[in-house]
């Protein structure tokens, strides 16, 4: 624990600053594949089309069935070294590796989130999509108006999951040497020749960060959920 204590002394500023790029990365990702996963989500329940539309449509959805299963189905590390080296190689074109991150964990986490997105638009109640198109809303204006509230409001728990879950998973990206939590550990590790002591600093960093983001989550899903009792007040009366 004293060695603990030393390095972090010796080397805080190169933890502060991986774990700053780690939750740069984690949030922007997060956010941005949420918006993939809204997307995607929300073109795979668009109901079935006939004539030439639905020929599009059946392109569409099994383009974005390949994306899903590319990418869920594949390790983060291996599309990152892909993305990361193999477009170097193949068609020398050399991208920022903080760049880099930001791409493979968005499009990552954009396929999983789609998912999750496609399974809260299928849970809500047909009869709400019967009764506004019956008021003459377009699909598009469903989406917008009535679904995606309830949609976000029911993903929740899964998208600050999946937001947990990038913040361990980021440490992946030092394959890519990006300056993140891991990365910083292997270099400090590389400099004090303690890697035991080294790694137990980044373990309690990982742990403060997650189980910190975790409380915030369920505070905000406890919000969302309003009061459990209500009180109708009528007059001097007051009826719960």
Same mark, same amino acid.
């Given at each position: ?28 990702? +997060? ?77 990552? +986490? ?67 040497? @990006? ?32 189980? @910190? ?28």
């Amino acid at each position: 624990m004293e060695k603990s204590i030393l390095i972090f002394n010796k080397y805080k500023m190169m933890f502060l600053i991986g774990t700053v790029n780690t939750l740069k990365i984690s949030i922007l990702s +997060t956010i941005i594949g949420l918006l993939i996963g809204l997307i995607v989500g929300g073109i795979r329940t668009i109901p079935k089309q006939k004539g030439l539309k639905g020929v599009i449509q059946k392109f569409v959805n099994l383009i974005l069935s390949i994306y899903i299963q590319i990418f869920r189905g594949t390790p983060m590390i291996v599309q990152a070294m892909l993305l990361y080296y193999g477009l170097a190689q193949f068609y020398s074109i050399q991208i920022d590796k903080m760049l880099a991150a930001y791409i493979v964990v968005s499009v990552n +986490t954009g396929a999983y989130m789609s998912e999750v997105v496609r399974g809260g638009i299928i849970s809500i109640d047909k009869g709400q999509f019967e009764a506004a198109q019956a008021g003459g809303m377009s699909h598009l204006q469903l989406m917008l108006y009535v679904i995606a509230p309830q949609t976000m409001r029911n993903i929740l728990p899964a998208t600050g999951n999946e937001f947990v879950i990038n913040i361990k998973d980021t440490s992946v990206l030092n394959v890519i040497s @990006v300056g993140e939590l891991f990365f910083a550990a292997k270099t400090v590790a590389g400099l004090s020749f303690d890697t035991f002591s080294t790694y137990f600093i980044i373990l309690v960093i990982y742990l403060v960060l997650t189980s @910190v983001i975790t409380q915030i989550l369920k505070f905000i899903e406890m919000r969302l959920e309003g009061p459990k009792s209500y009180e109708l007040k009528m007059g001097n009366q007051i009826q719960v």
